[in-house]
DNA sequence: CTTACATTCTAACGATATTTAGAATGAAAG
DNA sequence: CTTTCATTCTAAATATCGTTAGAATGTAAG
């Protein structure tokens, strides 16, 4: 065996893993998965694709050993390999966001409300929270924050949050987010409460861009 | 314009990276350039490939923002976007080597020598060439050095090791490293360092495994 | 201006990937 | 045991990718 079949062999290996990323379709997978595992069909509806085609997405994913499944009951339950993996995506994402200009454009478009939380640096937010200066509230489905969530953030899943609005203290600023920067959910969320005369900001992180950068996270404990 | 439309837009924009990692060939161009600008005929010459067809696979490169290209003279020079880029490179075959066993495998049957540097940690290795308790040299080419090298490592390119050797102190553990894991220059500095009686040992990093560690790194200064 | 050389462009082939529909599997509920 | 439901497997159509060879571009040197 000579030097470049070996070479060969190696490359090929990391390409397999490489392959897999090589879909939209896919990423989307593996960027919902980053937040806790998820049914098959659960993940062809947040897609809106056939169920078939999520399944032969999700077998892709499995040969590249991204994911893995395992039977619950009537459900096919998918989950990452590993935490490294959700970094992967977190640091493909990252690249795609500093270097394509396309993709620049198409986030800044997005932004339909200029309270961005740029200026802020993430500890300057973890020390707000603390201190209690301003409510983080986390606005994805419950089951996703209580796999990970921000340290100080409270569960209000934007399908809740018009009838338990009450529940956020009036005065202080609410700092929403969600699953990432491609998620809409914290956006939703921010039409609602501005709706409502409430102070808000949009934190673009998500719990993996937390974690990313080597942040605490925290769960809740499944009785 | 929909919520799914601009979600399909986003990840296609991601994935057209994700796609630039598909091949093998692209990999081992990302992982060359890693180490520094190199033209077109020098990565063809490094893959064994046709020049038409590693053109063929820098312009993808460059297509997906990865790499850049200048023309010098009568060579055009391509070089990565940025050290995430090799960062990005770093997690993925870190990622595969963590979950693909096809690739560990491959990977331990290369090891042709037991001295591994598995035990010892990057601080230790960083604290004992401080110290002048072991000599690290850097085999690869003379300019992948000169664009970034390892505290303390000298140059010592694989091609020269044999006629300067007598520089290497005698009595002192040598410490060898290359491009990466993947990368056998080393190994073939061991090989030649062990035929002379000397105490060696390989480092499995490469520059850019220490600085997505988070490590310092040298340059040398171009006069 | 011509020649040499490095690189890219164009066209073409076969191989591979994405998507859809229909059949098949395998657990759960009646 | 049969039915139901979630999922996967198989097959086929289409699009995309990797590779090769030949023509074209653009710079440098004589």
Redesign the interface.
């Known amino acids: 065996m000579n ?2 079949t ?14 897999a ?5 896919r ?2 997978l593996l960027e919902l998965l980053a937040q806790g595992e998820k049914t098959v069909e659960a993940l062809s509806q947040e897609l ?1 694709v056939d169920i078939k085609l999520a399944s032969a997405h999700l077998k892709a994913l499995k040969m ?3 994911v893995t499944s395992q039977r619950q009951g009537k459900y096919q339950v998918y989950r990452l ?2 935490h ?2 959700a ?2 995506w977190v ?6 966001e ?6 620049r454009l ?2 800044n478009q ?1 932004v339909t409300h200029p309270q961005q939380l740029a200026p802020m640096t993430r500890e300057t937010l973890l020390a707000q929270a603390r201190r209690g200066e301003v409510v983080v509230i986390d606005v994805r489905p419950r089951q996703e924050y209580d796999e990970a969530h921000l340290p100080f953030a409270r569960s209000m899943p934007v399908a809740e949050l018009k009838r338990r609005i009450n529940e956020l203290p009036k005065g202080k600023e609410i700092v929403a987010y969600c699953r990432g920067p ?1 998620c ?1 959910l914290s956006d939703e969320a921010m039409q609602i409460l501005i709706a409502q005369g409430r102070r808000v900001r949009k934190l673009t992180d998500g719990v993996n861009e937390w974690r990313a950068a080597g942040l605490p996270l925290e769960t809740s404990n499944t009785p």
């Open positions: 030097k470049r070996i070479k060969n062999l190696l490359y090929e290996q990391v390409a397999r893993v490489g392959s990323l090589s879909s939209p379709k990423l989307e809106s590249a050993r991204l390999s590993g490294d993996v970094d992967l640091q493909l994402r990252q690249v795609a500093e270097h394509v200009l396309e993709l198409a986030l997005m491609f809409l």
